[in-house]
């Protein structure tokens, strides 16, 4: 007959699970049995393990670099807006106010628990590149990899940290580096991945490269780089609330649209995504029952925000309903799209990108090229006034 675990002992060893997973992912999977006719090196130990899997991820820019023992005084993150980490991260000082929000609380605990295994042993060094710090003026070095370790470090009282210092990397390195740092982490945000499709497009060169390149060098589907981008019509302010409370694509995908359909204002956006935020911190208090019922399940879920789909969707359509009155040509309620609106919409952003590309790139091509494209420019104007007609008509009906 099994017993129920001690309620501390589980929790200290939901968050050893947790410190796990943070430190060496691949650590928890037992490697492959080595040839018995091989003699042992120092990689079979799991510190090593980790260190090289480590520096997989970082080879190019660390290879042949030791690992120096750093004060943590000395170390800050690059908070210039176009060089931050796509992943917020609060500052140590943002978590630690006397008026910490609600669904901060558990990833405080988490950091602090991050801090104290950091402090007993720290088994990946962070990376950090020569730099200076406005906001921390000691600062000598600025975080390329490591932001969520040093944070812990500082939480806890940490006076150094192992890192392996760089060469300031170009800033589509950086941006894919630290991508993929954090895109395997369960609370890396779908608002955080859209600034990383912002900041990448703009490192290599802005608006006129196609989306298409700037979705390979992430390995990510075209669909889905055009879904994320969308995120990014939201105000700043928005855009730090969604990520704040973890909001996928899908669940605002509702409110999305019916801000470009104009059913919504950024004033009712506004107004929707602070009352997400008093739901998720209505529900905070439910995270330690959470806790229980995944220990008893054996599993530990990702940090949630008590947000779902529906729940946004009812949101938008009340204040859609609402709205409907105030807003010239609104309908009184929403109408769900069909399912071909939302990549045929898409597909037409692609195009716009294309056109405004070709306009600078025009003076480049011969003149039967430009004789031929106006050939089909035309042909595709008339197909565009055609539709342009069917939709009047579907208004007016």
């Known amino acids: 007959m099994s017993r129920k675990p001690n309620a501390a002992a589980s929790a200290a060893d939901r968050l050893r699970t947790r410190l796990a997973k943070d430190l060496a992912p691949e650590a928890l999977t037992a490697p492959p049995a080595p040839d018995a006719a091989a003699p042992p090196t ?40 176009e060089m931050r980490q796509p992943r917020m991260l609060p500052l140590p000082d943002e978590l630690l106010g006397e008026k910490t929000p609600a669904f901060y609380r558990e990833l405080v605990a988490e950091l602090r628990a991050l801090g104290i295994s950091l402090r007993e042993r720290q088994i990946q060094p962070i990376v950090v590149y020569p730099g200076a710090s406005a906001r921390y003026p000691g600062a000598r070095y600025l975080i390329l990899v490591g932001q969520r ?21 170009s800033a589509v390195d950086r941006v894919r580096l630290q991508y993929c740092e954090n895109e395997q982490r369960e609370d890396f945000s779908d608002m955080e991945r859209a600034w990383t499709i912002g900041q990448l497009r703009a490192a290599m060169g802005g608006d006129q490269v196609p989306m298409e ?16 981008r969308r995120m990014l019509t939201l105000t700043p302010e928005q ?18 649209d019916a801000l470009h359909r104009g059913q919504l204002t950024p004033e009712h956006v506004d107004t929707l995504l602070q009352r ?24 530990v879920g990702p940090r949630q925000s008590g947000i779902d789909a529906p729940t946004v969707a009812r949101l938008v359509a ?50 039967d090229e430009r004789s031929a494209l106006r050939a089909d420019l035309i042909q595709l104007r008339a197909v565009i006034e055609q539709l342009l007609r069917a939709i009047d008509e579907a208004s007016d009906a």
């Open 318 to 367: 009340r204040a859609v309903a609402t709205a409907a009155p105030k807003l010239d040509g609104a309908p009184d309620l929403p109408h769900p799209a069909p399912p071909w609106i939302a990549p045929f919409r898409a597909s037409v952003t692609r195009m716009a990108d294309d056109v405004e590309r070709a306009s600078v790139q025009l003076p480049q091509s011969a003149a």
């Open 42 to 81: 120092s990689a079979e130990s799991p510190e090593v393990a980790a260190r090289q899997h480590f520096l997989g991820r970082v080879e190019e820019l660390t290879a042949g670099r030791s690992v120096e023992r750093i004060a943590l005084t000395m170390i800050a993150p690059d908070l210039r807006p």
């Open 149 to 169: 370790r040093w944070t812990a470090a500082t939480l806890v009282g940490m006076g150094t940290l192992d890192a392996i210092i760089v060469e300031p990397p």
């Open 239 to 256: 855009q730090r609330l969604a990520a704040l409370l973890r909001l996928h694509e899908t669940q605002l995908r509702t409110m999305l």
């Open 213 to 228: 390149e700037v979705a390979a060098q992430l390995g990510v589907k075209r669909a889905r780089a055009y879904q994320l």
């Open 276 to 299: 997400l935020a008093q739901i998720a911190a209505e529900r905070a208090g439910q995270v330690e029952i959470q806790a229980e019922l995944a220990e008893a399940q054996q599993t």
